[in-house]
């Protein structure tokens, strides 16, 4: 499995998830999007370039306000990509939110 994969000006990259799943939705959404902004960083781009996200959540419906209030105060205004966000066993019980992300170099 590649984590990320560049090309033709585009990158795409593995679901992130929290390193400290012992927060909540919002800590654990803080978590995974601080981690699109370094890996973003690290391809050459930004979350103004965003494309799409694929949002899994554990329990979408208790989970979904909190993941989406910290969701729009971090994506730019004007840039919001193209989203899904679905429910999802994770890979981990204690994960309560993974995202996956697409952008334009």
């Not at 990158?11 to 400290?20: R, S």
């Not at 781009?45 to 969701?71: C, S, Y």
């Amino acid at each position: 499995m590649s984590r990320v994969v560049i090309y033709n000006g585009i990158v795409w990259f593995a679901g992130l998830t929290a390193g400290d799943a012992t927060q909540d939705i919002k800590g654990q959404t803080q978590q995974v999007l601080a981690k699109v902004d370094e890996n973003l960083a690290k391809a050459g781009t930004d979350k103004a370039k965003l494309l799409a996200a694929q949002i899994w959540l554990q329990d979408i419906e208790r989970d979904f306000p909190g993941m989406n209030e910290v969701w729009d105060a971090w994506v730019p205004t004007g840039s919001a990509p193209a989203r899904a966000t679905g429910e999802s066993k994770l890979a981990r019980g204690d994960l309560l939110v993974e995202i996956i992300i697409t952008a334009a170099l």
